[in-house]
């Protein structure tokens, strides 16, 4: 073979690998940009971060600049991969992994957003309404069925913070360098940053019955707290998101 024909040979090849990896680039572009990763546009439901908009104003308004995940303190926001379809880039919270639990005081993720996506109406934590939580395990609840519990909320390895006051009023700390006693396992209220938003009711007349329920009230504003620091696996708990937005109308 030529030296011409070599090189020529080698210029349709590269040619080849060129076109091929921009039709797999247009692709997956033009999949994320159409909303059909995943199936659906919406398909996914994410916990949005406080002050968040009506979900499809939410996605037209945030530009993915991840300034809400640069000033979060425990690092609770994150962005959401290519499998989001056109939510790809947005931030949310995977509250079991870790929560909001407002140890920023001033709501800095609303702040930082520059376009409107957090809105600014609401001024303090117990304004936003980010979801709302939900007793999904009632059969696992350790307080339903008079258990108390003692140790690392969700062990040894897991790397969740929270801003614990009573140690530190400024900076959150690991949950795992927090152990519990506790007679009677009330996490969820306990840690609940919004007073009020849980509470755990007698499951009988009883007086000697130890036995209590979470019951959430309409204060609950979804931060995702409970969820995160249940101690069982699953949680009792969840969160259900907002999907009307999180900011006071």
């Not at 159409?34 to 530009?63: S, V, Y």
Request: net charge negative.
């Amino acid at each position: 073979m030529s030296v011409i024909a070599q090189l020529l040979g080698e210029e349709k090849s590269d040619r080849r690998e060129f076109l091929r990896s921009a039709l797999l680039g247009t692709a997956v572009a033009g999949a994320a940009l159409g909303g059909f990763l995943p199936l659906a546009a919406l398909a996914a439901t994410r916990l949005r971060p406080p002050g968040a908009i009506a979900e499809r104003d939410f996605l037209a308004a945030c530009i993915k600049c991840g300034q809400c995940v640069q000033v979060c303190p425990v690092e609770a926001i994150v962005l959401a991969d290519i499998d989001e379809g056109f939510g790809i880039g947005t931030p949310y919270i995977a509250a079991r992994d870790q929560a909001c639990d407002f140890s920023c005081d001033a709501l800095q993720c609303i702040l930082a957003c520059p376009t409107g996506a957090l809105s600014h109406k609401p001024s303090k934590p117990e304004e936003v309404r980010m979801g709302l939580a939900r007793v999904d395990k009632p059969d696992l609840c350790l307080a339903r069925n008079g258990l108390g519990f003692k140790g690392q909320a969700r062990g040894a390895d897991y790397e969740g913070l929270h801003r614990y006051a009573e140690v530190d009023r400024w900076t959150p700390i690991p949950v795992a360098d927090h152990p519990y006693d506790l007679p009677l396992c009330d996490l969820c209220v306990r840690e609940c940053p919004v007073k009020g938003a849980i509470t755990l009711e007698p499951m009988s007349a009883d007086p000697n019955d130890p036995r209590r329920t979470p019951v959430i009230h309409p204060t609950c504003v979804g931060c995702g707290m409970c969820e995160m620091i249940c101690p069982t696996e699953p949680a009792v708990l969840v969160i259900d998101a907002r999907l009307g937005g999180s900011a006071p109308k």
